[in-house]
């Protein structure tokens, strides 16, 4: 079992930075990859960063290219997202994901199925 805690949401003006952070406990040996996703109010969920956890090999939804980084901390347990250039368009719940899927130690997974862990989520408003 892994646990999860989000947390460094907020409300920010556009143009405003935010980073995230999400502590990983428990089972976290087989770890394979971790993941941002965001929900906004009447979306799907969707993949905003993954990163994979021995290599932090990266993948960024091209909305958020140049603006997001995603990183991670193993002594630490974190993952962590900067995000810069916030747009009213970021407004969301964003949500920490943790895989073991083998398939996804070389370059991460965006889809959702592979993730079977997730935080409670922690939300984000960018003000125009």
């Known amino acids: 079992q892994v646990h999860l805690v989000e947390s460094g949401g907020g409300l920010v003006q556009a143009g405003g930075s935010l980073r995230l952070s999400c502590v990983v406990s428990?089972?976290?040996?087989?770890?394979?990859?971790m993941a941002w996703f965001r929900q906004a109010p009447g979306k799907e969920r969707e993949a905003v960063a993954t990163?994979?956890?021995?290599?932090?090999?990266?993948y960024y939804v091209d909305s958020v290219k140049g603006r997001f980084t995603i990183a991670r901390d193993n002594a630490k347990n974190t993952v962590y997202l900067s995000m810069n250039d916030l747009k009213p368009e970021d407004t969301a719940v964003y949500y920490c994901?943790?895989?073991?899927?083998?398939?996804?130690?070389?370059?991460?997974?965006?889809?959702?199925?592979?993730?079977?862990?997730w935080g409670l989520g922690t939300q984000v408003t960018v003000s125009s």
């Open positions: 994901a943790h895989t073991d899927w083998e398939h996804c130690s070389a370059y991460g997974c965006y889809e959702r199925r592979p993730y079977d862990s």
């Open positions: 428990g089972r976290t040996f087989s770890t394979t990859a």
């Open positions: 990163i994979t956890w021995n290599v932090g090999s990266t």
